[in-house]
């Protein structure tokens, strides 16, 4: 791992690492180190010489990025944040900046953190190279490497379904959005599924289609520990839910310990952290 510091200017004195203008010392750098792999950019707006609102300016300065990646044949990841207040909108419109930002990155990942608990959320947003939709729950817990070093790792958690804005509306939700289910939707959705499996895409439908929202469907399927099941391969892909076996009723008030959702006693308002172009 190479971190760039700074480059010493023509008065001797050093000058901090500039990506919008120091693109081509870079490349020389990269040239000297023997060649890269991954180039981070952490913001990636910093990238960016103009105006990041504008998507030619945005554009035009990641050129030398996407040129320094050409060249060397390595990947590039930039970090950004999500503007304040875009909760509930799309992922893509809530990166700081132009959309140009996610238009160019073949992937764009999201995560988020419950405010009050250790549980965080990894969603894809955007894939020109497979599926844009899924994530996966996660903590990052301390470990000791030896040596008496104290740092940190990713332990992963279950996979969830649903698109990132899905995902990241389960956990921008407030306590008041959750406890809104004046006509119980889990009781609603165990009725839909008591005569046999369905297809999420059917039972999504239906519950819709009897006016329940993304976020109480996505809690009444916590709240009943729906079990899924995924068959077929890329566009067939077909995935099914059904009711959990030989619990009846009594999975309405169980607790959610399915391997493909966050744990449903997590009731806290959250905020979205980070995104990953």
């Known amino acids: 791992m190479h971190i760039i510091q700074g480059r010493i200017n023509a008065q001797g004195d050093a000058d901090p690492f500039d990506p919008a203008n120091d693109i081509a010392l870079l490349r020389a750098t990269a040239h000297e180190i023997g060649g890269v792999s991954l180039l981070m950019l952490d913001p990636i707006v910093s990238a960016v010489r103009g105006d990041m609102h504008k998507a030619n300016d945005v554009?035009?300065?990641?050129?030398?990025?996407?040129?320094?990646?050409?060249?060397?044949?390595?990947?590039v990841v930039g970090i950004s944040h999500f503007a304040k207040g875009g909760a509930g909108s799309s992922p893509a419109d809530r990166v700081i900046g132009s959309q140009a930002f996610s238009a160019l990155a073949r992937t764009v990942l999201v995560a988020a953190k419950q405010e009050d608990s250790d549980q965080r959320v990894l969603a894809r947003a955007k894939s020109n190279i497979g599926t844009d939709e899924g994530g996966v729950s996660y903590?990052?817990?301390?470990?000791?490497?030896?040596?008496?070093?104290?740092?940190?790792?990713?332990?992963?958690?279950?996979?969830?379904?649903?698109?990132?804005?899905?995902?990241?509306?389960?956990?921008?939700?407030?306590?008041e959005e959750r406890l809104d289910d004046s006509d119980d939707p889990a009781e609603a959705l165990r009725r839909?599924?008591?005569?046999?499996?369905?297809?999420?895409?059917?039972?999504?439908?239906?519950?819709?289609?009897?006016?329940?929202?993304?976020?109480?469907?996505?809690?009444?399927?916590?709240?009943?520990?729906?079990?899924t099941a995924r068959s077929g391969f890329g566009s067939d892909t077909v995935v099914s839910w059904s009711l959990p076996q030989a619990q009846g009723d009594f999975a309405l008030f169980r607790p959610a310990k399915s391997t493909e959702t966050l744990h449903a006693g997590e009731e806290t308002e959250v905020g979205a952290d980070e995104v990953v172009i």
């Open 192 to 227: 839909i599924l008591s005569a046999g499996p369905l297809t999420g895409k059917d039972a999504k439908q239906l519950m819709t289609g009897n006016g329940y929202t993304q976020k109480q469907i996505r809690n009444a399927r916590e709240r009943l520990s729906i079990v």
């Open 139 to 175: 903590t990052i817990e301390p470990c000791d490497i030896g040596g008496g070093i104290e740092a940190t790792r990713v332990l992963w958690g279950g996979v969830i379904e649903g698109s990132a804005r899905e995902i990241l509306g389960d956990v921008e939700a407030t306590d």
């Open 59 to 75: 554009r035009r300065a990641l050129q030398g990025v996407v040129d320094f990646a050409e060249q060397n044949l390595c990947a």
